[in-house]
């Protein structure tokens, strides 16, 4: 760019025309108000990316990180208010959720849209409203190469979106492009496992609803409460399933984490 305003000027200069030059001195000072402009955004993102990766220490250090935010003077801006969503995601899911719900997808820029879509659906999902989160899922581009580090979490997200609408099919195929292993922490082996279950109930496969339910027990059988607590307005028969996973996984989990804490204690 500055090659070209140094081209510019050394034309306009040559050529002594004062229209000319106005010319140049006026692109120059547009030019100029866009390089500002643009560098005091990056410093604003680069003080958010900081925030928040402060945030994911402790629930108290997203409180403090929450009450930075909410004291910005653009606390109401796009950006800010995404950002506080995905703080209060953890602890305050509704409050989230209350935070995205007036924002239009189409209102967010086109670098941020795949994560608001993501956080949503996700918060959507938790309060059992499916059908709001496929519009927002439908979107999201799978394939993005700049995003396959988080591509298990996204398969999961859309994937139980698809099942729970009627997609059942094509969720399952989705499921299958991402192995368990590729997950990177238990929170997205969770998710993945999670949108199994809706998969395969959904497909009419209650041994691999079975099989699946009990390896997201084996990860921690709490998280089948997910699937029986009315707020998840999950199908009957798929609650039922879950509640038997839940009495029969439960005990064996808990007397497997005796035993490493008694195997721990003797080598101590």
């Given at each position: 760019?500055g090659?070209?305003f140094?081209g510019?000027w050394?034309?306009?200069?040559?050529?002594?025309s004062?229209?000319f030059m106005?010319i140049?001195g006026?692109?120059?000072?547009?030019?100029?108000?866009?390089?500002?402009?643009?560098?005091?955004?990056?410093r604003?993102?680069?003080?958010?990316a900081?925030?928040?990766q402060?945030?994911?220490?402790?629930?108290?250090a997203?409180?403090?990180?929450?009450?930075t935010?909410?004291?910005d003077?653009k606390?109401?801006?796009?950006?800010?208010?995404?950002?506080?969503?995905?703080?209060?995601a953890?602890?305050?899911?509704?409050q989230?959720?209350?935070l995205?719900?007036?924002?239009?997808?189409?209102?967010?820029p086109?670098g941020?849209?795949?994560d608001?879509?993501?956080l949503k659906?996700?918060?959507?999902?938790?309060?059992?409203?499916?059908?709001q989160a496929?519009?927002l899922?439908d979107?999201?581009?799978?394939d993005n190469?700049?995003?396959q580090?988080?591509?298990?979490m996204?398969v999961?997200i859309?994937?139980?979106?698809w099942?729970?609408?009627g997609?059942?099919?094509e969720a399952n195929e989705?499921?299958?492009?991402v192995?368990?292993?590729?997950?990177a922490?238990?929170?997205?082996l969770?998710?993945?496992?999670?949108?199994?279950?809706?998969?395969?109930?959904a497909a009419?496969?209650?041994?691999?609803?079975r099989?699946?339910?009990?390896?997201?027990?084996a990860?921690e059988?709490n998280?089948?409460?997910?699937?029986?607590?009315p707020?998840s307005?999950a199908?009957?028969?798929l609650?039922?399933?879950?509640?038997e996973a839940?009495?029969?996984?439960?005990?064996?989990?808990?007397q497997g984490?005796?035993?490493i804490?008694?195997?721990?204690?003797?080598r101590?």
């Open positions: 760019i090659l070209v140094a510019l050394t034309l306009a200069i040559a050529s002594e004062l229209i106005g140049a006026f692109l120059s000072l547009i030019a100029a108000g866009i390089a500002l402009w643009a560098w005091r955004e990056l604003r993102h680069r003080k958010l900081t925030v928040l402060a945030a994911g220490e402790s629930p108290e997203r409180k403090q990180a929450l009450a935010l909410e004291a003077k606390a109401n801006g796009l950006t800010n208010v995404i950002a506080r969503a995905q703080l209060l953890s602890d305050e899911p509704s989230a959720l209350d995205l719900d007036p924002i239009d997808l189409k209102s967010v086109p941020m849209q795949d608001f879509s993501l659906s996700q918060l959507l999902l938790n309060f059992g409203r499916p059908k496929r519009p899922v979107t999201i581009n799978l190469p700049q995003r580090e988080i591509r298990p996204m999961a859309v994937g139980e979106t099942a729970r609408t997609a059942a099919k989705l499921l299958d492009s192995n368990s292993a590729d997950a922490d238990s929170n997205i969770a998710l993945l496992l999670s949108a199994r279950v809706f998969a395969c109930f009419g496969k209650k041994g691999k609803t099989a699946a339910l009990a390896e997201l027990a990860v059988p998280l089948l409460g997910r699937f029986i607590s707020k307005q199908h009957p028969g609650q039922r399933l879950a509640r839940f009495e029969r996984e439960g005990p064996r989990a808990k984490r005796q035993h804490a008694a195997g721990r204690g003797r101590r």
